[in-house]
């Protein structure tokens, strides 16, 4: 690090690589590979060669992440301006950053009867998928950002996840009109202890009629696979947390695969919006508004 400069105020701060994904919650490959395409983040070379990166850039960073879950492409996103971004943020978000806030600081007092008083009048100002995608999957997003920055603890975070699976539970009342013809598995990967995005894709096929066999998180491929095929399901659909989209997840996905040929694969989650190298014929969704629209064009 910068040791010997005259005036050390004037010195913008350098971050190595690992420091970086730390503070922004992106990866390191993640980071590197943006940095290769897009040129962002820029860094500078120490006299010893080494990258740094200043420590001004990762407001922007952890913008284009919260863009990135929210639906957006990074191709894109890098291109902007952290002015533009921040617009784009506002424009996005409405008043839901005002609310977000909120949230968290009911989370931080532990007000359970708050949050979900929150939740319930959010959940009856708009959609259910405007709600998981705007609301509920931010806020998520940032109980995970509070929480690897040091500013709530692993406690909050647990409070928070139970507290939304309940109330995910209650959500996209079952429709009376069944819809034929379309049964979706649900699950994540083995290893992936992130099941609400399985709840989330839940509640949206209830709303819709559509039966689901629920298998929750972490679950080995080959109780998956024989799942589908002993409860006759016509979608395999997998929650990929931002967690997991760096361990192998594609190369498992092949192994799924290869044990039910002949099924459609559906792919979501915050790892998703991430970019993960994945097997060919996955049909892969950014947010949960892109899954209702397919399901409404599927015959
Ligand atoms: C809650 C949580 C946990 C809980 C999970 C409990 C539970 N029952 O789910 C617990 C405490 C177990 C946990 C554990 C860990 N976690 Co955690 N966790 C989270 C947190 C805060 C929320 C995850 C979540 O549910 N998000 C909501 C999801 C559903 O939203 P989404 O992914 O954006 O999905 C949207 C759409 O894509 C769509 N969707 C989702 N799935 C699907 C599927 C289909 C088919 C479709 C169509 C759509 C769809 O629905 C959403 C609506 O818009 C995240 C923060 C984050 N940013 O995600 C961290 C986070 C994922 N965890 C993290 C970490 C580090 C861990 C641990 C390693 C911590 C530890 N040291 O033990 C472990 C790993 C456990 C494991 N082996 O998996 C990191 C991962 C960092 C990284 N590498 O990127 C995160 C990002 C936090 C952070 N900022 O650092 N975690």
Redesign the pocket.
């Known amino acids: 690090m910068m040791t010997s400069n005259a005036n050390p105020r004037s010195e913008p701060v350098l971050l190595a690589i690992g420091e970086l994904a730390e503070k922004t919650?992106?990866?390191p490959e993640r980071l590197r590979s943006w940095e290769q395409r897009y040129g962002v983040p820029q860094p500078v070379r120490l006299d010893s060669g080494h990258r740094r990166y200043p420590e001004t850039q990762v407001d922007f960073l952890m913008d284009v992440g919260r863009l990135l879950?929210l639906g957006f492409k990074a191709s894109e996103l890098l291109r902007q301006l952290p002015e533009e971004l921040k617009g784009r943020l506002e424009k996005v978000g409405s008043s839901s950053f005002d609310e977000l806030e909120y949230w968290i600081s009911l989370t931080e007092r532990f007000d359970a009867a708050g949050l979900r008083a929150a939740l319930a009048k959010a959940a009856s100002e708009m959609t259910l998928v405007e709600l998981?995608?705007t609301r509920?999957?931010p806020f998520?997003?940032e109980?995970?950002?509070c929480?690897?920055r040091g500013d709530l603890r692993?406690s909050h975070?647990?409070f928070?996840?139970i507290r939304?699976?309940q109330f995910l539970g209650e959500l996209g009342k079952q429709n009376i009109k069944r819809r034929e013809g379309v049964k979706v598995l649900?699950a994540t990967l083995p290893?992936?202890?992130?099941?609400?995005?399985?709840s989330?894709?839940d509640a949206v096929l209830r709303e819709e009629g559509v039966e689901a066999i629920v298998l929750g998180?972490?679950n080995p491929i080959k109780e998956i696979a024989s799942a589908a095929k002993s409860a006759e399901v016509t979608h395999i659909?997998?929650?990929?947390?931002?967690?997991?989209?760096?361990k192998g997840v594609g190369k498992v996905l092949e192994e799924l695969i290869e044990m039910v040929p002949g099924y459609e694969l559906?792919?979501?989650?915050?790892?998703?919006?991430l970019g993960i190298r994945l097997p060919r014929d996955i049909r892969q969704?950014?947010?949960?508004a892109e899954?209702k629209r397919w399901l409404g064009d599927l015959k």
């Open positions: 919650g992106l990866s879950a998981l995608d509920l999957s998520l997003w109980v995970g950002e929480w690897s692993v975070e647990h928070a996840t939304m699976s649900l290893g992936d202890l992130h099941g609400l995005g399985v989330m894709v998180a972490d659909a997998i929650s990929v947390s931002r967690g997991s989209a760096q559906l792919l979501g989650g915050g790892g998703v919006s969704f950014r947010t949960m899954f």
